[in-house]
C-alpha cells in the first residue's frame, strides 16, 4: 500500500498538469465563424462592355502581354453582354467577388491569367496573354474588384476568344469568357459616341444598400457636368446626327 498512494498522488498532478495546458492551449485559440471554413468562392458579375471615365494614361509594364497598361483605370458599366465589338476605346471589364477569405487577411494575392487571340506588336512579336500577380485588399473576408481589357491600339483589335481567369493559392476561382467580333457600321454608329461620353464627366462612388449583397455591389456612378444623367444607348441612338457621324472612325 504504501507504493499505492505515492502513484495515486502522481497520477492526479499529470491530469492536472494536463488540465492546465489545455486550458492554456484554449484561451490562445481563436474560433472562426463556420463560413471562414468553408472553401473559398468566386463570382462573376457586370461582364461586357464599359468605358473609360479617367486613368492615370498608358504606361510600360512587362507583366502584361503587350508591355503596356493603363494606371489608375476609372470605368463604367456599359452593357452586359459577352460579345465584345472591336472598336478603339471599348473597354471589355467585369466584376469579380472572391469570398472568404481567412480572418484579419488585410491583402490577398491572386493570379490573374489572360489568355486571348494571337496579335502582332509592333516590333514584330506576338502576344497570345500574360500571367502575373496582383494585390487585392480584403475587406469583411473578401474582395470585391474588377478586371479587364482596353482597346487603345489598332493591332490589339483580334477576333476570338479571350478567357480571364483569377487564382488564388493555385485553387481557380472565377472565369470569364469574352468573343470579340468586328462589328457592322451601324453598331460602330451607335457606340462610339457613347463610349467618347467618358471623357469629359464626374464621377462617385454608389454603395450598395444591401451591404455586400450578391446582386447590388458596389459600381461608379457618372454624371454629366452639368449633373444630367448621361443617355442609355437607346437615347443616344435616337439623337445620333451628322456631328457625330464624322467622327467614326
Known amino acids: 500500500m504504501k507504493y499505492i498512494v505515492p502513484l495515486a498522488v502522481i497520477l492526479m498532478l499529470s491530469g492536472c498538469a494536463k488540465n492546465s495546458s489545455e486550458s492554456a492551449d484554449n484561451k490562445n485559440t481563436t474560433i472562426s465563424p463556420g463560413y471562414l471554413d468553408a472553401p473559398l468562392q468566386g463570382k462573376i458579375s457586370r461582364s461586357g462592355i464599359y468605358r473609360m471615365v479617367r486613368s492615370g494614361g498608358i504606361v510600360n509594364d512587362s507583366k502584361t502581354g503587350t508591355g503596356k497598361a493603363v494606371a489608375h483605370p476609372v470605368v463604367q ?141 458596389s459600381h461608379v456612378v457618372v454624371k454629366n457636368n452639368n449633373t444630367e444623367s448621361i443617355p442609355d444607348l437607346s437615347e443616344l441612338k435616337q439623337a445620333l446626327n451628322d456631328p457625330y457621324k464624322k467622327d467614326i472612325p
Not at 112 to 134: A, C, E, Q
Open 77 to 217: 458599366f456599359v452593357r452586359s453582354t459577352q460579345r465584345i465589338p472591336l472598336i478603339k476605346g471599348a473597354q471589355m471589364y467585369m466584376q469579380y467577388r472572391l469570398w472568404y477569405f481567412p480572418d484579419k487577411l488585410a491583402y490577398a494575392d491572386l493570379r490573374r491569367v489572360l489568355k486571348h487571340p494571337k496579335m502582332t506588336l509592333p516590333d514584330g512579336s506576338t502576344s497570345t496573354g500574360s500571367d502575373f500577380m496582383i494585390k487585392r485588399r480584403v475587406a469583411s473576408n473578401q474582395v470585391i474588384s474588377y478586371t479587364g481589357y482596353g482597346f487603345d491600339e489598332d493591332y490589339e483589335l483580334v477576333e476570338g476568344e479571350w478567357t480571364f481567369e483569377l487564382w488564388y493559392e493555385g485553387e481557380k476561382l472565377a472565369e470569364q469568357k469574352f468573343t470579340t467580333y468586328k462589328p457592322d457600321e451601324e453598331e460602330i454608329a451607335e457606340l462610339v459616341p457613347l463610349l467618347k461620353l467618358g471623357n469629359n464627366v464626374l464621377t462617385e462612388m454608389k454603395v450598395s444598400e444591401k451591404g455586400f449583397s450578391r446582386k447590388e455591389w
